[in-house]
Every structure is written in structure tokens, then in C-alpha cells.
Antibody
């Protein structure tokens, strides 16, 4: 069974940092491109960024609102995706989902349940 | 960056009737090298992650009822629910995955009339 399980969310003060993790199982994580997507309370879905598989270069792309503050990385030895978030502000308050951006010919088929990040003093 | 615009923002349809949601992209999502449109549709219910319904603009995800269909090419795409059921009440989003950054439409709220 395919599973994506996010962790690491919580309450953080403005200007603070947080690292989210996404543990993957049930598919070949090494070959997958992975994305983070967030959803602010009562708002729509927002793509945060993506990391390609190492076979495809392992490069990252980040959305403009988070570029320079957020960094996506992966550890294929333990099938885990990360999102390092620095210089957080209130607009970063959201549920953060990890998703399999591309696995073979499938796109965005698998999603985690999400982890809530609240930025507040 | 590619901008995705959905319409309408909200939609009320009677049970058993057809629901149609439009999604337009600011540039073509068709890639000639693969002959595919890089467009997906998702359904999201409260407190749940998005659920993939359609990918490659018209390919239904396994397990998705056949009352859901996707069509379109280039910059204009449509999600159609042929006969609305109560469990279809949800938010619906389109997403392009043609390149980075990926972008979602703003969402369409589907309700029962």
C-alpha cells in the first residue's frame, strides 16, 4: 500500500524555522519526483516546490513566495522527503502536503494527510 | 509562470444533472514531443487531501466513477460530472504540470441546488 506520512508541523513564531518530513512507502521513492503543496486556512491549493529524482538530476524548483526561504531535499536511503522552512511569517500558516509529483507515468496520484504549520507570536 | 483560471468559482447543480467546470491556462499545456496535455483535475472534501480524478487532461484515475470525465487541449479544459450525486459536493481544482512552477486553479465549489 502506498503511503506518504508528513510530520514536523506545529506552532512557530514569526521569523522562526521548521523542518517538515514526509516518509514514503509502497512505491519506488528513488525514482519519484516529489512536491510539497500547501493550503492556508479556507484557501485554495498552492504548489510550494518540487525535487526531481537523482536519476533526473535531483534538482529543485520553488514557488516565488518561498524561494530563498524554503528548501526541499530528499534522503533516498530512508525514503524521506524534507521541507526546510526559514524566516517564517503568518502567510506561511497552512496545511502542508507532500505528494508524488511523478512516479513513472502517473502524476500527483499519492498524497499525504498533511501537517499543519501555524506561524504566530 | 503559467496562470490557471477556473470558472465558475461556485456552482449549484441539481442531483442527476450535469456539472461542468472550466479551466483555462495562460499558455498551451500540450507538449508535442509526448502528444499529451499536462493537466490534472482534483476533488477535495473538507479535512481531506486532494484526490486525483483526471490526468493527461482526459485519463480517468483508477477507481474514479465514469460519471467524471475530462476534455480539452491546449489552453482550454473541462471537467464534466455527467449526473451529479450527493457525494460529489466538494471543491474541484485543476493543476498544470507542464513545467515548474506548477500552478493550481483557484478552485470551484460544487454544491447541490
Amino acid at each position: 500500500e502506498v503511503q506518504l506520512v508528513e510530520s514536523g508541523g506545529g506552532l512557530v513564531k514569526p521569523g522562526g524555522s521548521l523542518r517538515l518530513s514526509c516518509a514514503a512507502s509502497g512505491f519506488t521513492f528513488t525514482n519519484a519526483w516529489m512536491s510539497w503543496v500547501r493550503q492556508a486556512p479556507g484557501k485554495g491549493l498552492e504548489w510550494v516546490g518540487r525535487i526531481k529524482s537523482k536519476t533526473d538530476g535531483g534538482t529543485t524548483d520553488h514557488a516565488a513566495p518561498v524561494k530563498g526561504r524554503f528548501t526541499i531535499s530528499r534522503d533516498d536511503s530512508i525514503d524521506t522527503l524534507y521541507l526546510q522552512m526559514n524566516s517564517l511569517n503568518s502567510e506561511d500558516t497552512a496545511v502542508y502536503y507532500c505528494t508524488a509529483d511523478r512516479v513513472g507515468d502517473t502524476q500527483f496520484q499519492q498524497w499525504g494527510q498533511g501537517t499543519l504549520v501555524t506561524v504566530s507570536s | 509562470d503559467i496562470v490557471m483560471t477556473q470558472s465558475p468559482d461556485s456552482l449549484a447543480v441539481s442531483l442527476g444533472e450535469r456539472a461542468t467546470i472550466s479551466c483555462k491556462s495562460s499558455q498551451s499545456l500540450f507538449m508535442s514531443s509526448t502528444n499529451k496535455n499536462y493537466l490534472a483535475w482534483f476533488q477535495q472534501k473538507p479535512g481531506q487531501p486532494p484526490k486525483l480524478l483526471i490526468y493527461w487532461a482526459s485519463t480517468r484515475e483508477s477507481g474514479v466513477p465514469d460519471r467524471f470525465s475530462g476534455s480539452g487541449s491546449g489552453t482550454d479544459f473541462t471537467l464534466t460530472i455527467s449526473s451529479l450525486r450527493a457525494e460529489d459536493v466538494a471543491l474541484y481544482y485543476c493543476l498544470h504540470y507542464y513545467a515548474a512552477p506548477r500552478t493550481f486553479g483557484q478552485g470551484t465549489k460544487l454544491e447541490i441546488k
